[in-house]
C-alpha cells in the first residue's frame, strides 16, 4: 500500500510540474536534448560498415568494420551499452595507411545510485511513500480534497496507524486496516492531521523542489531505455587511408545442422548436406559481410568496463582546536615516556614500463585458405586469430563440393564462405556450409545395454573438414526416415549415427561359457604369484522378420588388462571400451555370432610363518606336481609349527586347570584350617602345584621350539625360489 501512495504521489506531482511547465517556442528549445539538436561534424563517418563476422561456439562474435579515411578524421561506431563492455575489452584499430589513432571517446553513463546522489531528496531509486513525503519534511506544500478546503502550510511528518476495519483480520480474528496521515502546520500556526486518501492531492510550492522532483522522474524513466553509445575515433595522417577496426561481441550461438538423403538404388553413399543457423541480434545490419563459423569455444567473459566505477573512501573528521578549561596536576612520582608516533609513511617507486608497439600493414599479416582466412586486423586482442583453423570450407557456391581448403591448428575449425552474405538486423538465416557424397551404410545397431534395436547409418567422414556437433535428419526413397544427434565427426573418422528403432530385428545372447587354466607360477621369498589364462565366450542369436536382409552391427564390452579375441575372429570396428561385430542376417532367418576372448588373471598368496597356509600348499602342489620338490621343506615346516601351536594350546589347556584346582584347594584349606578333613586338601594342594609347575615348564620348552620352527620356516620361505609355465614339461 506504500508503494501504491508513492506512486500516487509521483503521478499527481509530476502532472502539476506539466501544467506550470513553459509552453512557449522558446520553452521547448530549451527543453530540447543536446542530441536532437547537436550538429552533425562534416567529414564524420557514421556508420563504418560491417566486412567480416566471425561467430563462435560460445556465444561471442568477431566483427570487423572497414572503411576509408582522408586526413585526419573522427570515425564513430554506434553500440548498445551491453555491447560496449566487449567492445573495451577487444578493440583494435589498425590505420594500414601509416596513420595513427589518437584517442578513442565514448558518452559515458553514470550509475543511477551515483546520478541520485546529486539530488538534495535523498530518495532511492525505489521509494515507498513514507520516503518519498519524508522528503518533503519542513517544505511548503499546499493540499486540495481535505475536509475544509484547500490549506497551506509546511508537511511535519507522516505516520501510519492501524484501525479496525472490515478488510482484514489480525492474529486475535479483529479487523484491521493501515491507514496514512499528514501532520501539516497551517500558515496560521494551526496543526493539522489529514488523512491520505486518493482524492487528497499534495503540491509543492518550492519551484526548485518541483525540479527537484522533475529531475528525479527523468532519472527514473532514463533506466528503461538502453541508449546508444557512441564511440569516436581520432584517426591522425595524411592522405586516404584503410581503417580497420576489430571486436568481439556477445552473439546467439550458431547451430548445425545436416540432412542425409540415400539414393533410391543403394550404392554405399549419401549425399550430405550442411546447414548453419545463424542469428543477427546485435542492432546493425550486415551486408555483404565475409562470414565465417568457428566451431570452437576460446576463452571468453565480460568485464564492466564502460561502467564508472567508485571506490569507498574512509571518512576522516575535521579537526577542531580543543577549548581550555582550567586543569589541576598532580606531583610527578616518576617520569612519563614520550608519546610513539604510531603512523608509518611508506614509500612507493613508480615503475615505469616503455612498451614499442608495432603495426603491420595488410601485405605482412599471413592468411590462411584459398581465399585468405584472416584479414590484417583479424585477431588482434579478439581471440579468433590464429586460434581456429583444423579444416577451412571455402564455398564458391554454397551448395556445390569439393572448394575446401584444410588447416590443422589447435582444436578449431571454421567454415569460411567465399561468396558474401547479408543478413540484416533482428533477422536469421540459414547458410549453406557442405553438400558432399560421403560413405554411408545402413546397419542395424545393438547393444546389450540397450536392448532395442536401432536402425544407424554408418557414415565415413571423407572430406578434408570437421562435421560440427548438431542434428541430422535421413530421407530415404523421397521420405523423412528419422533423425538424431551428432558429435563433431573429424575427417577420416567412422561414426554410428542412430536414428529410430529397428522393429524387424530381434537380438540375444543363447549361450554364456569361461574357463580357466593355470597358465604360470612364479615364487619368489614367499610370495607366490599364479597366471591364470582365462578363456570367455558369448553367443548372440540375431533374428530379421523384415523381407529385406540386414546388416546388424553387435556391440560387445571389450576388456582391458590384456584381454584379446580369440585367433581368426577380428571385429569390423574397435573403440576403447566396445568391439562391434558386423554380422549380416538375410530376410526372414537367423543368424549366430561367438564371440571368444581370452586374458590373464593373476593370483597372490604371500608366505608367512603367522597364517597354517598347508592346505593351500598341497592344492597347489597338486596342480603344478613340478612344485613339490621346492614346496615339500616348506609345506612340512609349516606342519610341524601348527603342530607345535596346537600342543602349545594344550599345554596351556593343562595349565589354566591346574591353576583353577590349586586355587581351590588352597581356599579350601583356608577354610577348614584346624579340622581334621583339612589333611586331605593338603595333599591335593601338593599335586595340584606340581601339575602347575610341571606344565608351565612343558609350555616354555613348546614355545621355544616353536621360536625355532618359525626362524625354520622363514628361511626357507626366503630361500624359495621357483618358476613354472604350462608350455614347459
Known sequence: MRRAFAIFCLVAFTV??????????????????????????????????????????????????????????????????????????????????????????????TPLAEQLKSLSLGMSDDPNSTELFQALRGQRVEVTGAPGGVISGRLMAIESRTEKSGAGEDTSGNSVIDKFYLTLVATSGA??????????????????????????????????????????????????????????????VWKSTYRMVFPQTANGSAIVQGWAVVDNTVGADWDNVQLSLVAGAPQSFIQPLSQPLYTRRPEIPIATAAQMTPQTHEAAEMQEPKAQNALRQ?????????????????????SFGVAGMMSSGAGLGSGSGEGYGAGIYRASDAMRQGDVSTNAF?????????????????????????????PA????????????????????????????????SIFESGEFAGEGLLDPIHPGEKRLLSYAADQAVRVKVTARDSQRTLHHVDVRKGVIIETHMDVASVTYSATNSADVDRVVLLEHARRTNGWSLDEGLKADETSPNLYRFRLPVAAHSTATLEVRERGPEQRRVDLNSNQDQTIYLLDLVKRVPDALEKLKPVIDAQAALADLDRRIDLSK???????????????????????????????????????????????????????????????LIAGLSFDWDVTVK
Open 346 to 366: 611508506e614509500l612507493h617507486g613508480a615503475y615505469s614500463a616503455a612498451q614499442t608497439v608495432t603495426v603491420t600493414s595488410a601485405s605482412a599479416v599471413p
Open 653 to 715: 589347556q593343562t595349565e589354566e586347570t591346574a591353576a583353577a584346582d590349586e586355587a581351590r584347594d588352597r581356599d579350601n584349606l583356608t577354610a577348614l584350617k584346624g579340622n581334621d578333613a583339612a589333611k586331605r586338601f593338603v595333599d591335593e594342594l601338593n599335586r595340584a602345584e606340581d601339575l602347575l609347575q610341571t606344565t608351565r615348564k612343558q609350555t616354555a620348552d613348546l614355545e621355544q621350539q616353536k621360536q625355532t620352527a618359525v626362524e625354520k620356516l622363514n628361511a
Open 191 to 252: 496543526v493539522r492531521v489529514i488523512e491520505l486518501t486518493p482524492a487528497l492531492s499534495v503540491r509543492p510550492l518550492d519551484a526548485s523542489l518541483q525540479g527537484q522532483l522533475d529531475r528525479y522522474l527523468e532519472l527514473l524513466s532514463s533506466t528503461h531505455s538502453t541508449g546508444l553509445r557512441h564511440l569516436t575515433l581520432d584517426a591522425l595522417g595524411q592522405g586516404q587511408r584503410e581503417l580497420r577496426v576489430s571486436y568481439i561481441s556477445e552473439v546467439p
Open 16 to 109: 502539476v510540474l506539466a501544467a506550470q511547465s513553459p509552453a512557449g517556442p522558446a520553452a521547448k528549445s530549451a527543453a530540447a536534448k543536446p542530441s536532437d539538436t547537436a550538429p552533425t561534424l562534416p567529414g564524420v563517418i557514421k556508420n563504418l560498415p560491417v566486412r567480416k563476422v566471425v561467430l563462435y561456439k560460445n556465444g561471442v562474435g568477431y566483427f570487423e568494420h572497414a572503411g576509408t579515411v582522408s586526413g585526419n578524421q573522427k570515425v564513430a561506431i554506434d553500440f548498445t551499452s551491453p555491447q560496449l563492455n566487449d567492445v573495451l575489452q577487444s578493440l583494435t584499430v589498425l590505420d594500414e595507411g601509416g596513420g595513427r589513432i589518437a584517442g578513442v571517446n565514448y558518452n559515458s553513463t
Open 441 to 472: 551404410e545402413h546397419v542395424t545397431l545393438w547393444s546389450e545395454r540397450e536392448n532395442r534395436p536401432l536402425r544407424a547409418v554408418w557414415l565415413e567422414n571423407k572430406s578434408s573438414l570437421t562435421l560440427d556437433a548438431g542434428s541430422f
Open 410 to 438: 589447435d582444436d578449431y575449425f571454421e567454415y569460411a564462405l567465399t561468396q558474401p552474405v547479408t543478413i540484416h538486423k533482428n533477422e536469421s538465416a540459414m547458410v549453406p556450409i557442405l553438400q558432399q557424397e560421403l
